[in-house]
């Protein structure tokens, strides 16, 4: 069984910070997901990383793939009330399903 | 937005009776999944479709059934509802690729009483 583990499980910070989040496996996945789930709503994909050390950047947030292809890190420049919700990441083998972590909790305080 | 909905979106039911949750999607993908999240667990996997009439179990499938008789639609019944499955459900769907993306519903709030 893939297992993914995320940190931290809880993050509460000021408006205008910077954070980084982590997702890590023993296993090595073909691609790995980054979501934002919002209260009441099922999770939104930010974004898809595939080759090992690949960086994406989306406005404020860099995402980050291990070179390995087991870990990935998020992080979030000048943090915005916008930002707060529940990330989770996802790896994906070399098949159709995926394996999701527990999330990190982000609540960006004005 | 991936065109997925969800019905119900929230449901008390009792102890016992059978339920039954849809997902509905528009964008012809092939591939079809129900997760439930509950605290300190995640999305955890119950059942995924490839194809119409093609399912499979996921890690916590005990007590649930699936059917997909079209592409458009799959279904998940609690054959007798006990108070464990009060959970959040959520349909995910995808296509094969080069890598696999999931595109989720707005979820189904079951509570179990």
């Known amino acids: 069984t893939q297992l993914l583990k995320q940190s931290p499980q809880f993050l509460s910070i000021q408006e205008g910070e910077n954070l980084t989040v982590y997702c890590n496996s023993s296993s090595v996945f073909s691609s790995l997901q980054w979501y934002r789930q919002e209260p009441g709503e099922g999770p939104v994909l930010l974004v898809t990383?595939?080759?090992?050390?690949e960086v994406k950047k989306l406005k404020r947030l860099t995402f980050q793939f291990g070179d390995a292809r087991k870990d990935s890190s998020l992080h979030i420049t000048a943090a915005q009330p916008g930002d707060t919700g529940l990330y989770l990441c996802?790896?994906?083998?070399?098949?159709?399903?995926?394996?999701f972590g527990p999330g990190t909790r982000l609540s960006v305080l004005p | 937005d991936a065109g997925i909905t969800q019905s119900p979106r929230h449901k008390v039911t009792e102890t016992g009776t059978p339920v039954t949750l849809r997902c509905h999607q528009t964008?012809?993908?092939?591939?079809m999944y129900w997760y439930r999240q509950d605290p300190g667990h995640g999305l955890r996997l119950i059942h995924y479709?490839?194809?119409?009439?093609?399912?499979d179990k996921g890690e916590v499938s005990d007590g649930y059934s699936v059917s997909r008789s079209k592409t458009e639609d799959f279904l998940l019944t609690l054959e007798s509802a006990t108070s464990s499955q009060t959970s959040v459900y959520f349909c995910a769907i995808s296509s094969p690729g080069l890598y696999t993306e999931a595109f989720f519903g707005q979820g189904t709030r079951l509570t179990v009483v």
């Open positions: 990383v595939v080759t090992g050390g």
């Open positions: 996802a790896g994906a083998g070399y098949g159709q399903n995926f394996v």
């Open positions: 964008e012809n993908h092939r591939y």
């Open positions: 479709s490839y194809g119409v009439k093609d399912t």
